[in-house]
């Protein structure tokens, strides 16, 4: 099983970036899948979630508005576009997917993870 992100990159403030995370390996269209993040010298955090369906979604306040997440059931592949980035979004962004049908905002309860794609924004 496999997670794979692309996407990421160096933009300046106010500019976008669109994330994909490309699953092989199982089928995760009944599996809820995440975005977390993780800067140097701070925790793994959590950025956005999707349900199986794609019916429900969740973002960390600070992402709210500006990010958006969402799914491809069809070609195995969960997207994060991230549009208005700040300096403060610099990190390394992992996608990950659980066994269970809805996402959560805890790291713990994922059972796969990607390897991560660096983004950058500079001030």
């Known amino acids: 099983v496999q997670l794979v992100e692309s996407g990421g990159g160096f933009v300046q403030t106010g500019g976008s970036l669109r994330l994909s995370c490309a699953a092989s390996g199982r089928d995760f269209s009944k599996n809820g899948m995440g975005w977390f993040r993780q800067a140097p010298g701070k925790e793994r955090e959590f950025v956005a979630g999707?349900?199986?369906?794609?019916?429900?979604?969740w973002y960390t306040d600070s992402v709210k508005g500006r990010f958006t997440i969402s799914r491809d059931n069809a070609k195995n592949t969960v997207y994060l576009q991230m549009n208005s980035l700040k300096p403060e979004d610099t990190a390394v962004y992992y996608c990950?997917?659980?066994?269970?049908?809805?996402?959560?905002?805890?790291?713990?309860?994922?059972?796969?993870w990607g390897q991560g794609t660096q983004v950058t924004v500079s001030s």
């Open positions: 990950a997917a659980t066994h269970r049908a809805y996402c959560s905002g805890y790291a713990i309860m994922y059972d796969y």
């Open positions: 999707i349900s199986w369906s794609g019916g429900s979604t």
